[in-house]
């Protein structure tokens, strides 16, 4: 019977990323769109926006068409021309694209064990550098060190943007990721834990902000920009955000098995808060050996990230030594709601057997 059952997982091909399927409820909604002859700006928008709101409990949101414009509005409205925003070394290219097309000045800094912002480090930063903008990453779901990075910004004068592109729920001490900053930015790309295709919003809860971001993304007294989504994408959100809670469940779950079977034979990420695990990443010195192995016995990973962002972009920056180290050991495994337990089981085994004969 055992034998039978490895047997049957030999052969066996477990993607990246797999969508879930979707329920009949959205294909009724589209129709409805499409009926109604709204395309754009109607009640899923605004149901949306409103969910979205509540779900974060912040004072304003504003969807936009993607996690990068999302980044760009809301440094646009903290006005970062020519000012230092400190980012983490250790994310996607939007977070540090965002600052210069906006015209700030990215500042680097490292991270630590939970990959995100090291807010020691943070401290030198604000120290040495007259900085605007604080922007950490929530990265692959886990929260960063907001209580710090709160009472630093306080303490220094600077603004806190949030990118919770990859932290659709995640929650420290009872707060979302995207509602302790003065403003954040989500993505709704298709992989996210909450998915449109593609979108964004910001969100705002410091009040003096409101406004700013409104007049960049309504047209009226000034140049504006034309961010929005349509209405269908809004409907495949609203149906995404309904689903969230269960699949992040879902999402934990398969981290924890993974955590349990890999725990002392590879660095795992160090949570802080209640992680959402966009990204299920571990670390080993021979990673591109077993992506090798594991990719000829049909399991598929990824590297988060094969650069660092101020090599990306050559900006600014501190030692970035624990990022440096990150980068050549990192590599994700599969982890979505729909993985099976059958291709859970055959992840570990084959790793742990792929790990014991290097
Ligand atoms: C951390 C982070 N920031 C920003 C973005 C940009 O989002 P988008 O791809 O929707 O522009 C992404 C997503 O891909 C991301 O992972």
């Given amino acids: 019977m055992h034998f039978l059952k490895i047997?049957?997982?030999?052969?066996?091909?477990?993607?990246?990323?797999?969508?879930?399927?979707?329920?009949?409820?959205?294909?009724?909604?589209?129709?409805?769109?499409?009926?109604?002859?709204r395309?754009?700006?109607g009640e899923f928008t605004e149901k949306f926006e409103e969910a979205f709101k509540n779900f974060l409990g912040v004072r304003w949101v504003k969807t936009v068409n993607s996690g990068t414009t999302a980044l760009y509005a809301a440094l646009r409205a903290l006005d970062v021309n020519d000012k230092y925003v400190v980012i983490p070394a250790l994310s996607f290219m939007a977070t540090v694209d965002a600052v210069l097309l906006a015209g700030g000045i990215p500042l680097v800094i490292d991270?630590?064990?939970?990959?995100?912002?090291?807010?020691?480090q943070l401290e030198d930063a604000l120290k040495r550098y007259d900085v605007k903008v604080i922007l950490p990453v929530h990265l692959f779901g886990n929260m960063a060190d907001m209580p710090s990075i709160n009472?630093?910004?306080?303490?220094y004068g600077a603004y806190v943007l949030e990118d919770a592109a990859q932290a659709h729920g995640a929650l420290l001490e009872d707060i979302k990721a995207g509602a302790w900053g003065d403003i954040s930015a989500f993505s709704f790309y298709a992989t996210k834990n909450v998915s449109m295709g593609e979108g964004g919003t910001v969100a705002v809860k410091n009040p003096s902000l409101v406004e700013k971001v409104k007049k960049l993304l309504d047209f009226g007294d000034t140049p504006a920009f034309n961010f929005r989504l349509s209405e269908f994408q809004c409907a495949v959100g609203l149906n995404s955000l309904r689903r969230l809670k269960e699949n992040n469940r879902?999402?934990?779950?398969?981290?924890?098995?993974?955590?349990?079977?890999?725990?002392?034979?590879f660095q795992l990420q160090k949570e802080r808060g209640y992680c959402v695990y966009h990204v299920y990443s571990l670390r080993h010195p021979k990673r591109d050996l077993i992506r090798e192995k594991l990719e000829k016995k049909g399991i598929a990973?990824?590297?988060?990230?094969?650069?660092?962002?101020?090599?990306?972009?050559?900006?600014?920056h501190l030692s970035t030594s624990k990022a440096k180290k990150f980068k050549k050991e990192l590599f994700a495994l599969p982890i979505y709601p729909s993985l099976t337990d059958e291709e859970i089981n055959y992840v570990i085994s084959t790793l742990l057997e792929v790990v014991q004969n290097l």
């Fill in 250 to 265: 879902r999402r934990r779950e398969i981290a924890q098995r993974y955590n349990k079977s890999f725990k002392g034979i």
């Fill in 111 to 120: 991270v630590d064990e939970t990959y995100t912002m090291d807010v020691n």
């Fill in 39 to 41: 395309l754009t700006r």
């Fill in 7 to 37: 047997a049957n997982l030999q052969g066996m091909k477990v993607s990246f990323f797999r969508l879930d399927s979707i329920g009949e409820e959205i294909k009724e909604d589209l129709i409805r769109i499409i009926e109604s002859g």
């Fill in 151 to 155: 009472w630093l910004a306080q303490k």
């Fill in 301 to 316: 990973t990824k590297v988060y990230y094969p650069y660092l962002l101020h090599e990306l972009r050559n900006t600014p």
